[in-house]
């Protein structure tokens, strides 16, 4: 029974630690402002043709007729614990593989760094 509250204590502190955790805000919301519309900028210009393009290449939730040069853009969160690392895929893919396809948007000024700001805000919820 003790060792059962014990447990009880240990998954509602987890639960407190984890639930601060999701109110923390990161830096790059506070620079694209309000969090709830910058994902929403983030989408349109991930899936403007003219803009990030990102479907050209990869298959994101929602989006059509999605190219599969890269890999589907899921479980972000998982894939990037670090957030500035899923920035810095963006910003210039070449820097992680120097062979990349994937165009580097930051470097080559392809994309402002606050559309690559709102991109990863976007990016991040999937
Ligand atoms: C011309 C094709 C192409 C376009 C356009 C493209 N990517 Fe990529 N992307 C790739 C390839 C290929 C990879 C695999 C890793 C590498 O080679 O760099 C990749 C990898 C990634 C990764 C890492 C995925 C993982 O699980 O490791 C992310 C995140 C990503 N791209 C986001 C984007 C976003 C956001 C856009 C649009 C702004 C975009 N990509 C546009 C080709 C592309």
Same mark, same amino acid.
């Given at each position: 029974? *003790?060792?059962?509250?014990?447990? !009880?204590?240990?998954?509602?502190?987890?639960?407190?630690? !984890?639930? #601060?955790?999701?109110?923390?805000?990161?830096?790059?919301?506070?620079?694209?402002?309000? #969090?709830?519309?910058? !994902? $929403?900028? +983030?989408? @349109?210009?991930?899936?403007? *043709?003219? @803009?990030?393009? =990102?479907?050209? =290449?990869?298959?994101?939730?929602? +989006?059509?007729?999605?190219?599969?040069?890269?890999?589907?853009?899921?479980?972000? @969160?998982? *894939?990037?614990? $670090?957030?500035?690392?899923?920035?810095?895929?963006?910003? $210039?893919?070449?820097?992680?593989?120097?062979?990349?396809?994937?165009?580097?948007?930051? *470097?080559? @000024?392809?994309?402002?760094?606050?559309?690559?700001?709102?991109?990863?805000?976007? !990016?991040?919820?999937?």
């Amino acid at each position: 029974m *003790r060792k059962i509250a014990t447990l !009880v204590t240990a998954a509602a502190s987890i639960a407190t630690l !984890v639930g #601060s955790l999701a109110l923390l805000p990161t830096g790059s919301s506070i620079a694209a402002g309000n #969090s709830a519309s910058a !994902v $929403d900028q +983030g989408k @349109k210009l991930a899936f403007n *043709r003219k @803009k990030g393009n =990102c479907l050209a =290449c990869h298959q994101i939730a929602g +989006g059509n007729m999605a190219g599969n040069i890269g890999p589907p853009l899921v479980a972000m @969160k998982a *894939r990037f614990p $670090d957030k500035s690392k899923l920035r810095s895929q963006i910003w $210039d893919a070449t820097k992680a593989n120097p062979n990349s396809a994937m165009p580097p948007f930051g *470097r080559h @000024k392809i994309l402002s760094d606050k559309d690559i700001d709102k991109i990863v805000e976007y !990016v991040y919820t999937l």
